[in-house]
C-alpha cells in the first residue's frame, strides 16, 4: 500500500511540474519572437507557436506539441527522482527511529 501511495504522489508531482514546464515553454516562445508567420519551437523541439496574418486581417495564433519524447523524457526524469526523494526520505525515518530506540535503551 505504501508503494502504490508513492507512486501515484510521484506520478501526480512529476504531472504538475512537467504541465508546468510545459505552459512556460508556451510563453516563452510566445514572446520570443515579433514576426508574424514566423514559428518558434520551445522546449528541446517539444511545442511550437505560431502567429500568422489571416485574409480577414486578423492575427491568428497557433500553438501545439510538435514531438511528445522530450515531454515523456522531461516527465520520467521528474517522477523517478520523486520516488527516489520518498524512498529515501523513508529510509532515513526508520534510521532516525532505530536511534531513537537504541538511546532508551
Known amino acids: ?7 501515484i504522489t ?6 504538475v511540474i512537467t504541465m508546468a514546464m510545459v505552459v512556460a515553454g508556451f510563453i516563452m516562445a510566445m514572446f520570443s519572437t ?3 508567420g514566423a514559428r ?9 507557436f ?5 485574409a480577414s486581417g486578423a492575427t491568428a495564433l497557433e500553438i501545439g506539441v510538435a514531438d ?4 515523456a523524457i522531461i516527465f520520467g526524469i521528474f517522477f523517478v527522482f520523486c520516488v527516489a526523494v520518498t524512498v529515501v526520505l523513508e529510509k532515513l525515518k526508520l534510521r532516525k527511529k532505530q536511534l531513537l530506540q537504541a538511546q532508551l535503551r
Open 1 to 7: 500500500m505504501k508503494w502504490l501511495l508513492r507512486v
Open 10 to 15: 510521484a506520478f501526480s508531482v512529476s504531472f
Open 34 to 36: 515579433m514576426d508574424v
Open 40 to 48: 518558434k519551437f520551445g522546449l528541446f523541439g517539444a511545442i511550437f
Open 50 to 54: 505560431e502567429a500568422h496574418q489571416q
Open 68 to 71: 511528445g519524447t522530450p515531454i
